[in-house]
């Protein structure tokens, strides 16, 4: 018994070590000498995650690929402004205003010259365009177009606050020049043709995409930059009342307008409320009017032809 003690104990030991070298993993292939498959066709999604991931790793700090953020940048604000007014003599303001734009640093977007008429129907110009001016410029553009002006009929101002757009653009932008650069380098790498189609499509779909963010950033960045007036110009023949020896037939015809408006309203007002009160009251009580007018004339009809049946019958009798 005391010689198998010692045999037991080491067929123990033995086994514990054979479970610890077990339980350990095994080396990764690569480590071991042996050369993973390599795939024929690399499936599309898989690379894209690849891709990405990659991305991410190469800009960190955010989750969507960038560590830019709203309160690094300086606000992005769109200005723009909207004016009707009326001067003197529309042709020579228009030119002024585009000299003055392009004076400004600015340019002219688009123009237009065209004829309008008065209450009279008299033939006048009138013009309408739209300028770009500088946005630091902007109230001095404003104040330059209204002076002189016989009358400013409409001033709109707006401003848009595009500066999380523009962050939120140049976060992917920045992911996707990251994929970008990593797809570039695994094309480069690629082992066979198929692999390499798969990832050069891969590649054209993320420098489509740069493109198109490049784009919308310019465009936040000029319309940022350059703010747009929007201007119409109206001839002050156009608001001159008519006048003949003293009389002005606008205000007679203004206040002749006015009663017929009046009279409409009142009339389209006792229509509905003939439809709705009056018309329903009658409804309610002459329906039950005229089946009880009904009732009665039948019954008064009925004793008539009773009554004159009766002497028929004594005839009858005594024959």
């Known amino acids: 018994m005391k010689r198998l003690l010692p045999s037991s104990f080491l067929l123990i030991a033995v086994l514990i070590v054979g479970a610890c070298a077990s339980g350990n993993a095994a080396p990764p292939s690569s480590e071991r000498g042996i050369a993973e498959p390599a795939y024929d066709v690399a499936p599309a999604a898989p690379t894209m995650i690849y891709a990405e991931e990659a991305a991410a790793k190469e800009a960190p700090g955010s989750g969507g690929g960038g560590d830019l953020n709203a309160t690094q940048v300086e606000r992005i604000v769109i200005q723009n402004a909207d004016l009707a007014i009326v001067v003197a003599d529309v042709e020579a303001r228009l030119d002024e205003i585009q000299s003055m734009a392009v004076e400004m640093g600015g340019f002219v ?94 590649l054209m779909y993320y420098r489509e995409q740069i493109e198109i963010i490049e784009g919308q950033i310019k465009y936040y960045e000029e319309a940022a930059a350059l703010s747009a007036i929007s201007i119409r110009l109206i001839a002050e023949e156009t608001i001159q009342p008519i006048e003949i020896a003293g009389w002005e037939p606008q205000g007679v015809a203004r206040d002749a307008i006015q009663d017929l ?59």
Not at 130 to 135: D, H, K, L, Q, Y
Not at 137 to 151: G, R
Not at 280 to 303: D, E, M, N
């Open 261 to 319: 408006i009046y009279f409409w309203q009142d009339f389209v007002d006792f229509l509905i409320r003939f439809v709705i009160y009056n018309l329903s009251v009658l409804i309610t009580i002459g329906i039950p009017l005229y089946l009880a007018f009904l009732g009665i004339r039948w019954v008064f009809r009925k004793l008539r032809g009773k009554k004159k049946s009766e002497p028929q019958a004594k005839e009858e009798e005594k024959k």
């Open 109 to 202: 977007v688009s123009s237009s010259l065209y004829q309008g008429y008065t209450s009279d129907y008299t033939p006048v110009p009138e013009a309408s365009l739209v300028i770009r001016v500088p946005a630091e410029q902007l109230d001095d553009a404003l104040a330059k177009i209204k002076e002189n002006a016989v009358e400013v009929q409409n001033e709109t101002r707006s401003g848009q606050d595009v500066t999380a757009e523009y962050v939120d653009l140049k976060s992917r932008l920045k992911t996707y020049q990251a994929a970008e650069k990593e797809l570039t380098e695994l094309m480069e790498n690629a082992q066979n043709t198929d692999e390499v189609v798969n990832i050069f499509n891969q």
